[in-house]
Nanobody
């Protein structure tokens, strides 16, 4: 089970970015895939996820993340995406993707609910 986040970089405030989570070793649609971020000195924070196909394949977000963070999946590429819009310097962090097999009703909004993690990708928002 391997996950690898990519697509980070430097972005100006107000810009958008699409991050990718490439999955190998298993079919990604059999797992819930969550996206997290961690800024220096802060806890790892959930920003969005997508349910496994067996649980309907629907995205899930916290109320604070809805509208700016959109998660989607391309099963043919075994890749999950995080689209982030209206970026601000507060979005600067390392972004990670993670996997679990929790049921649809409780797909996981906390880092400890995900046993499998990939390397992160740095996103820096500055002018």
């Amino acid at each position: 089970v391997q996950l690898q986040a990519s697509g980070g970089g430097s972005v100006r405030p107000g810009g958008s970015l699409r991050l990718s989570c490439a999955v190998s070793g298993f079919e990604s649609d059999r797992y819930n895939i969550g996206w997290f971020r961690q800024a220096p000195g802060k806890e790892r924070e959930f920003v969005g996820g997508i349910r496994r196909s067996g649980s309907g394949g629907r995205p899930y977000n916290t109320d604070s993340a809805k509208g700016r963070f959109t998660v989607s999946r391309d099963n043919a590429k075994n890749t999950v995406y995080l689209q982030v819009s209206s970026l601000s310097p507060e979005d600067t962090a390392v972004y990670y993707c993670a996997a679990n097999t929790r049921p649809s009703g409780t797909p996981g909004y906390n880092f400890y609910e995900y046993p499998s993690w990939g390397r992160g990708t740095q996103v820096t928002v500055s002018s």
